[in-house]
Nanobody, 115 residues
Framework: QVQLVESGGGLVQPGGSLRLSCAAS????????MGWYRQAPGKQREVVAH???????NYADSVKGRFTISRNNAWNTVYLQMNSLKPEDTAVYYC?????????WGQGTQVTVSS
């Protein structure tokens, strides 16, 4: 069964924090680099962070130093800790493989940063 279920989004004030979670099916997750994508209204989907099966991470310049990606290989779960959030971080966040996502996408989780 193919599954990507994102959660943890919400409304937060600038400077606040959120922690996103993504539960994936093993067929998608196991032994693959996983990442978080986001898509803001009127913009293309972009990769914000990814993590290899061994735990090596990489971040987009726009989130470096504020976001931390991690994974639990036993639970097929990937996380995104987001700190010092800015209004420009507002988007729907998705998880998927990186660099080539599978065709299936979850519903995403909305993150809104606003005062």
């Amino acid at each position: 069964q193919v599954q990507l279920v994102e959660s943890g989004g919400g409304l937060v004030q600038p400077g606040g924090s959120l922690r996103l979670s993504c539960a994936a099916s093993g067929s998608i997750f196991r032994f693959k680099t996983m990442g978080w994508y986001r898509q803001a209204p009127g913009k293309q989907r972009e990769v914000v962070a990814h993590v290899t099966p061994g735990g090596t991470t990489n971040y987009a310049d726009s989130v470096k130093g504020r976001f931390t990606i991690s994974r639990n290989n036993a639970w097929n779960t990937v996380y995104l800790q987001m700190n010092s959030l800015k209004p420009e971080d507002t988007a729907v966040y998705y998880c998927n493989r990186v660099p080539i996502p599978v065709d299936y996408w979850g519903q995403g989780t909305q993150v809104t940063v606003s005062s």
